[in-house]
């Protein structure tokens, strides 16, 4: 499959990301041999200049076929619709304009990044630039490709959400693509491939002890659950960042900080500080999904009371300060 | 006879950019550099919590997030009166340099080098071996790199959580502590790069390479050697890329890795060199809006500087041809990144390519490649020095009235935050990033920014609708547009 992808409106961060897949020979290759040809990408193809924009008109205007159609970044429709924000260099046109022509085209399109999805960090604050995404603006449908927009293939934006996205998230829907193994059904209610985001940040989370006994880190560094007082919204977040980690090693919770829910329209205006978690009367308004308020924080006040030493101290520290019991008898 | 030429999209550099060139007999007569894109991140921090600057200004680029983003924890310590504890200093200079480095190859290997893979070289006699192993998206050498440089992020993995758009740097520390077998991890993640580095991108030690002091050692050393750096240089040395690419001679560094050299000095010294090394100071620093689609009527210090972007009145405005603000020091143009740190540093090797042909295509890149044997051995002492169970982060109280300044040395070069905070909120927060030096416009005295001198005369063939000598030379400066408009 012939695969074309553009930057707009972002920080090139999902490329990096994407370059960062962990492949024996590296992603671009894993691609190759996928039956993927990147046909065109801003960071790694040869063609520059005339060269590039002679391949964007075939494309456009239907002299080359390709595939799927890659956008990065938000699409930008000021200042006043102009889409002036955003020019493709060269090409004296603004991005946005291509993306319509080259979306009409493709038999998929895929969102690489909540920017893209969503609007992303970009459209945050007052939104100056008029920043929306392919096919949501913000967490409203329309977006710039409208509600009703359909690929070659019959689906919608294929949204790989993610701030940035992570790159087995991209490698397995555009493989899943190559095989046709990926359909509108395969899509959750914001259009994202449900593979990853059936599953809670929350789901192997290294900090799971600390949050069953709602012993909770005070402080950056600290060891413990950082739901109650960070900002986490890992119990609340659809990704699997835990289960598939970042660098086979790592992720946010276990970098020791929050998860801010990036895969999320809205992310970028949480209505708070973001690393910090806003209560009511003590008790935080993100509640776990799927808990009713009431069975939270009575579980809390149990668990609380219940918190053995161990994790109650090491909760507060940046390294565990008590170790865990050994059972002499061996487990039961 | 002139004429015009108009380059972009300028891929293969990271974000938006146009170069417009006015030709005559066969040569740049002048340049204009044009940053295309706007996003406004300076306008989305103001009114936000300080603390979310960290959330935010990652996420202006991809490629220098990390760099954002101790930019942005310098800043908010100096206005917290925060200092971070060693762990936290070390850590935050192992995630910065891991950025860095990861970046240089990048650079390096997707960026710079698939040029000279190009069929317009086919008559050269190193070719066939460059096309093999350089070509855009297939060169055999990204089967190699990429997952070299995978492996590497993995240090990332285990002190940043993840790469890029990390939220570990923090003003008073990082977040992770590491514990004594991650720092047995960690040197094993160092000791797989060197050793790639040894046998892929040099064909020698890293401590062989950092020795090498003149042209003609270089020269001496890169003879029949296997690896890609002396592969670089026989093409280097085939084209003259020497005498390429030249631009204003005077270097900025801020000062790379604080406290990560000798006796609590940062590992690459701060200063400004123009034929020697001054002392840097930042009160000189204006940033002139002429020739930008802003708002603006004189030269502002970033202290007091503003970001407001021409909405519909592009027309009235034309003088403008980029987004990119004209920063100035001293009311000079400087250059800045890999070449201008080593110069300030003192590094040998660069210091004697300057002095011979001035800054160039060739010094810039292999400035950039010797990074990557000097930070190595650095990174690895860096590690040993980590005290597993001591503070990786003191605790800060952010007044509510307060400003500061991060001064941090991105992979690209010199990254500056200026932030102000009024009532507890971002009251106002002003970027000065590396390519807005070297991509800078024209100011309002006329005199065209570091790129746009570098280009002037360089050769342009008469059917040559993308330069080939063009393309080198802005590459080499390894660009990121995302990070020059923010």
């Known amino acids: 499959m012939k695969l074309i992808w553009l930057q707009a409106a972002g920080c090139g961060g999902c490329t990096q990301s994407l370059l960062g897949a962990e492949s024996r020979a590296g992603v671009l290759a894993q691609f190759a041999d996928g039956g993927i040809e990147l046909v065109l990408h801003p960071g790694m193809s040869e063609s520059t200049g005339d060269e590039t924009l002679d391949l964007l008109r075939a494309a456009a205007d239907g002299r080359l076929s390709f595939d799927i159609l890659c956008v990065e970044g938000a699409l930008l429709r000021g200042p006043n619709g102009s889409g002036r924000f955003q020019m493709l260099s060269g090409s004296g046109r603004p991005l946005i304009a291509w993306v319509r022509e080259l979306a009409a085209r493709a038999a998929y399109v895929l969102a690489i990044g909540t920017c893209s999805a969503y609007g992303g960090i970009v459209s945050g604050g007052e939104n100056v630039t008029d920043a929306c995404g392919l096919q949501f603006d913000g967490d409203q449908e329309g977006g710039l490709l409208g509600t009703d927009f359909r690929s070659g293939a019959g689906l919608p934006v294929i949204n790989v959400a993610g701030c940035p996205t992570h790159p087995g998230w991209i490698v397995d829907t555009l493989l899943s693509l190559a095989l046709g193994a990926l359909n509108a059904a395969d899509l959750d209610a914001w259009q994202r491939p449900r593979f990853y985001t059936e599953q809670l940040v929350h789901h192997g989370c290294p900090r799971n002890e600390f949050y069953e006994f709602k012993a909770s880190a005070q402080k950056l560094s600290d060891l413990g659950c950082l739901m109650e007082n960070m900002g986490c919204k890992g119990t609340q977040a659809n990704a699997d960042c835990n289960l598939r980690p970042w660098h086979g090693v790592g992720s946010c919770v276990r970098g020791g900080f929050a998860c801010i829910s990036c895969t999320e329209p809205g992310f970028e205006e949480p209505g708070h500080p973001f690393m910090e978690t806003p209560k009511i009367a003590g008790i935080p308004t993100g509640l776990p999904i799927d808990m009713p308020k009431a069975w939270f924080v009575a579980l809390a006040a149990l668990s609380k009371s219940a918190t053995p030493k161990r994790v109650r101290e090491n909760s507060r520290s940046d390294h565990p300060l008590i170790a865990p019991g050994i059972r002499k008898s061996g487990p039961k | ?486």
């Open chain 2, 1 to 486: 006879m002139t004429r015009r030429l108009t380059i972009g999209p300028f891929n293969r550099v990271e974000g938006d950019l146009e170069v417009t060139l006015d030709i005559a007999d066969g040569r740049v007569a002048s340049a204009q550099v044009s940053s295309s894109l706007y996003r406004g991140f300076e306008h989305i921090l103001l009114a936000k919590h300080p603390l979310d600057a960290l959330v935010i200004v990652p996420r202006i680029c991809g490629i220098c997030s990390v760099s954002q983003s101790a930019a942005a924890a310098t800043a908010l310590a100096a206005a917290a009166g925060v200092d971070m504890p060693p762990n936290g200093r070390l850590a935050s200079n192992l995630i910065l340099a891991c950025e860095n480095l990861a970046d240089h190859l990048t650079h390096f290997y997707l960026f710079f080098m698939p040029d000279f893979a190009r069929a317009a070289y086919r008559g050269c006699s190193w070719h066939a071996t460059t096309e093999r192993r350089f070509q855009a998206t297939v060169g055999e050498a990204l089967r190699e790199v990429l997952p070299a440089r995978a492996d590497l992020l993995r240090l990332m993995g285990y002190l940043a959580g993840k790469w890029p758009h990390s939220l570990a740097l923090q003003p008073g520390g990082t977040t992770r502590a590491v514990t004594a077998t991650e720092k047995v991890r960690l040197l094993v993640v160092l000791r797989e790069f060197r050793a790639f580095l040894s046998s892929t991108v040099f064909g020698d030690a890293l401590e062989n390479v950092a020795a090498i002091g003149s042209a003609d050692e270089l020269a001496a050393w890169a003879e029949g050697r296997p690896g890609d750096l002396p592969r670089f240089l026989e093409i280097a040395g085939d084209l003259d890329l020497a005498r390429c690419g030249r631009a204003s001679d005077t270097f900025l560094s801020y000062g790379a890795y604080a406290h990560g050299g000798r006796d609590g000095q940062p590992l690459f010294a701060r200063g400004v060199w123009h034929g020697q090394r001054r002392p840097f100071e930042e009160p000189l620093i204006r940033e002139d809006v002429t020739h930008a689609w802003l708002h603006g009527d004189r030269p502002l210090h970033p202290r007091q500087g503003e970001t407001r972007p021409l909405t519909g009145e592009f027309a009235d405005k034309a003088s403008a041809y980029t987004w990119c603000k004209a920063p100035r020091y001293d009311g000079r143009i400087v250059e800045t990144g890999a070449l201008a740190r080593q110069m300030v540093a003192g590094q040998p090797l660069v210091r004697a390519l300057v002095a011979a042909e001035g800054g160039s295509v060739l010094a810039r890149v292999v400035a950039r490649l010797l990074e990557l044997a000097l930070v190595v051995p650095a990174m690895e002492g860096w590690v040993r020095a980590l005290t597993p169970g001591e503070a990786f982060c003191h605790a800060w109280q952010l007044p509510d009235q307060a400003s500061g300044v991060g001064l941090v040395e991105a992979a690209r070069g010199s990254l500056g935050h200026w932030l102000r905070i009024e009532g507890g909120k971002i009251a106002g927060y002003q970027i000065i990033a590396p390519t807005t030096w070297n991509f800078s416009p024209r100011d309002a005295a006329g005199v065209p920014g570091a790129l746009e001198q570098a280009l002037v005369g360089l050769p342009v063939g008469e059917d040559e609708r993308v330069p080939l000598a063009v393309q080198h030379v802005v590459r080499s400066f390894d660009p990121c547009m995302v990070c020059t408009v923010h």
